[in-house]
């Protein structure tokens, strides 16, 4: 009930009227709220001074998106519009495999950022061998640039699984600090991560020695259906579950700090990131682990 709400239950019993197996309804105030991250975004990017060729491109299709809200679809967008590669690599994208760091590379590819993908590879305990699978794939088909960096994040891994804290917080932290650390050793002046939360006037912020993060998908108040809908015609592989292996495996022995997992969930689905189905999935899959 925290998430559904009435007019979930309709949604869901007007699905098994129509024999569909899926649908998808957005409301009135779904559009007012994206219109309204949309605007921030692009005021927040027109204050930012800068003649790089992706940003410049990013402005255009935000632009694009405010005028055809209710009807704007990627694939036909990038069909009718082909921009201009930088000559020099403008971003260094957070690559992980999944769908949202896949689709912030598929865009700033379309966008001619030049990018070249970053994954940082702790092990497979959080980096799982089929999300190497999709990275190959993926930068092959784009004919991106792709570089693995080895880290260690044994402290992390032993203290979360001693029950210390929850990983996802600490393990984000060291991977940016990563990443930021790799632009900058570069001359890189741009990192993107695949954040979906941070929109409207934090969707690019400045960090050390000049670089600047662009939550690229938050900038374009991206929902998941939007998302899946550009990254399917990669053909990658999808995940069932939340999370990598760490964390179910901090789930199982520590069914108390799920509790952080569901706030996360919660709030990309306030922000209209998740879908209402999607969300309930998600949550449901912590319960199925087995001790």
Same mark, same amino acid.
């Given at each position: 009930?925290?998430?559904?709400?009435?007019?979930?239950?309709?949604?869901?019993?007007?699905?098994?009227?129509?024999?569909?197996?899926?649908?998808?309804?957005?409301?009135?105030?779904?559009?007012?709220?994206?219109?309204?991250?949309?605007?921030?975004?692009?005021?927040?990017?027109?204050?930012?001074?800068?003649?790089?060729?992706?940003?410049?491109?990013?402005?255009?299709?935000?632009?694009?998106?405010?005028?055809?809200?209710?009807?704007?679809?990627?694939?036909?967008?990038?069909?009718?519009?082909?921009?201009?590669?930088?000559? @020099?690599? =403008?971003?260094?994208?957070?690559?992980?495999?999944?769908?949202?760091? *896949? #689709? &912030?590379?598929?865009?700033?590819?379309? $966008?001619?950022?030049?990018?070249?993908?970053?994954?940082?590879?702790?092990?497979?305990?959080?980096?799982?061998?089929?999300?190497?699978?999709?990275?190959?794939?993926?930068?092959?088909?784009?004919?991106?640039?792709?570089?693995?960096?080895?880290?260690?994040?044994?402290?992390?891994?032993?203290?979360?699984?001693?029950?210390?804290?929850?990983?996802?917080?600490?393990?984000?932290?060291?991977?940016?600090?990563?990443?930021?650390?790799?632009?900058?050793?570069?001359?890189?002046?741009?990192?993107?991560?695949?954040?979906?939360?941070?929109?409207?006037?934090?969707?690019?912020?400045?960090?050390?020695?000049?670089?600047?993060?662009?939550?690229?998908?938050?900038?374009?108040?991206?929902? @998941?259906? =939007?998302?899946?809908?550009?990254?399917?015609?990669?053909?990658?592989? *999808? #995940? &069932?579950?939340?999370?990598?292996?760490? $964390?179910?495996?901090?789930?199982?022995?520590?069914?108390?700090?799920?509790?952080?997992?569901?706030?996360?969930?919660?709030?990309?689905?306030?922000?209209?990131?998740?879908?209402?189905?999607?969300?309930?999935?998600?949550?449901?899959?912590?319960?199925?682990?087995?001790?």
């Amino acid at each position: 009930s925290a998430i559904i709400g009435k007019g979930g239950w309709v949604v869901g019993k007007l699905r098994e009227k129509l024999k569909i197996n899926s649908i998808h309804v957005e409301s009135y105030g779904d559009y007012l709220t994206k219109e309204y991250k949309l605007k921030l975004s692009k005021k927040t990017l027109n204050k930012f001074n800068s003649d790089l060729t992706g940003i410049q491109n990013l402005k255009k299709i935000l632009s694009s998106k405010l005028e055809n809200i209710y009807s704007f679809d990627y694939n036909s967008y990038f069909e009718s519009n082909v921009f201009k590669e930088s000559e @020099k690599t =403008e971003a260094v994208v957070a690559l992980s495999g999944g769908v949202d760091s *896949s #689709f &912030s590379l598929i865009l700033a590819k379309y $966008l001619g950022f030049n990018p070249t993908a970053v994954t940082i590879d702790p092990g497979t305990i959080i980096l799982p061998n089929q999300y190497k699978r999709n990275i190959k794939k993926l930068t092959d088909q784009l004919n991106a640039g792709h570089e693995y960096i080895k880290a260690d994040y044994s402290e992390i891994i032993r203290e979360s699984l001693n029950g210390r804290f929850h990983p996802c917080g600490r393990c984000s932290k060291h991977t940016e600090e990563l990443i930021n650390q790799y632009a900058i050793n570069n001359d890189i002046p741009i990192v993107i991560f695949g954040d979906m939360l941070s929109t409207g006037t934090q969707c690019i912020t400045p960090q050390e020695k000049g670089l600047y993060r662009l939550n690229l998908p938050a900038s374009l108040a991206v929902g @998941k259906q =939007e998302n899946k809908s550009l990254t399917q015609q990669f053909d990658l592989q *999808s #995940f &069932s579950g939340f999370g990598c292996p760490l $964390l179910y495996e901090v789930h199982r022995k520590y069914p108390y700090l799920k509790k952080y997992s569901i706030q996360r969930i919660l709030r990309e689905t306030r922000s209209s990131a998740l879908e209402v189905g999607e969300a309930l999935d998600l949550i449901w899959s912590f319960y199925n682990t087995k001790d």
